[in-house]
């Protein structure tokens, strides 16, 4: 009988997800062993050698089996790795993407240029996850700061707080607060409370039209939620909403904001933002040199 080890595990793992046309064949088979065998990735690669048991063996088949399916890794296991935290992750919400960090290094960069006298207010719209806004709890230098994270899907809000509870403590959990709303709550409570109190908008709002979203991988379109992913026919109906309902919320004499697009959606969006603000934005390209980020400094009239 065959011995399987850790290399030839993955060896077939990666091999048999290729001919099969599974995509990212080598992450899917490290991750998944990793998983199986509590081994960090490096420690696969440590461990070449290593044998699972049968009951290891018999476990990873399992999880191939799911992922053949194409449902996505990180929903196999429940878990996404954003920076620095390890999210729980279910089909209620957007898998975090690489792409999606740079937001938080621009809120970050922002957040601390305007560290002062008093709280920095960041508020975000649509947190899904909560990969940005815990993000930013936990890598913001300043002790003086509050997030509000607003998400209109009650379940993804749930799986939201569930991330804050185990990736936050004590000061820096307190300093992040959840509202169900689209957008933002239009209470007047909400309104009276933070109009223009918010230094930093930060938003992933869906920006994927409704064709482009029929060419999307099978892994993308038949597991994550399409609400969070498609905005409408054209993929650009989030971005005027989304400039005018956070408008009266603004600090003056000046506050900024970060939103994630991509280069479809670039154009309308800046006109969108122009329209509300009198102004043009800056767009910003990821490492892959594609537009990526709108970016502006919004100072008042």
């Not at 960090?101 to 960041?122: D, F, K, T």
């Amino acid at each position: 009988m065959q011995a399987w080890n850790v290399k030839k595990l993955l060896d077939w793992g990666i091999d048999y997800f290729s001919r099969k046309k599974i995509l990212e064949p080598r992450l899917s088979a490290e991750l998944l062993l990793s998983a199986v065998l509590n081994f960090s990735r490096v420690k696969l690669y440590l461990n070449y050698n290593y044998e699972p048991t049968p009951a290891e063996l018999q476990s990873f088949k399992k999880l191939i089996l799911k992922r053949l399916e194409h449902i996505p890794v990180q929903y196999i296991l429940g878990q996404a790795f954003f920076r620095k935290i390890t999210l729980y992750v279910d089909q209620n919400v957007l898998i975090p993407r690489p792409e999606t960090e740079l937001l938080v290094e621009e809120a970050l960069e922002i957040a601390e240029s305007r560290a002062g006298g008093q709280a920095i207010q960041i508020l975000e719209v649509g947190t899904g996850s909560g990969a940005v806004a815990i993000s930013l709890a936990a890598e913001l230098q300043q002790k003086d700061f509050n997030i509000i994270a607003t998400e209109k899907s009650t379940k993804a809000l749930e799986v939201a707080k569930k991330n804050a509870q185990s990736q936050l403590a004590g000061e820096k959990r307190s300093r992040l607060h959840f509202f169900c709303a689209d957008v933002v709550p239009e209470t007047p409570d909400f309104q009276q409370a933070y109009k223009g109190a918010i230094d930093l908008v930060i938003a992933n709002p869906p920006y994927i039209s409704q064709a482009g979203f029929e060419k999307l991988p099978k892994q993308v379109k038949d597991f994550e939620p399409r609400e969070a992913l498609v905005a409408g026919p054209a993929g650009s109906e989030c971005f005027q909403p989304l400039f005018e309902k956070v408008k009266p919320l603004l600090r003056k004499p000046v506050s900024h904001m970060v939103i994630e697009l991509d280069s479809l959606t670039a154009p309308a969006a800046k006109n969108a933002f122009r329209a509300v603000y009198g102004k043009r934005p800056e767009i910003k390209k990821d490492y892959n040199q594609k537009e990526r980020m709108l970016v502006a400094e919004i100072r008042a009239d």
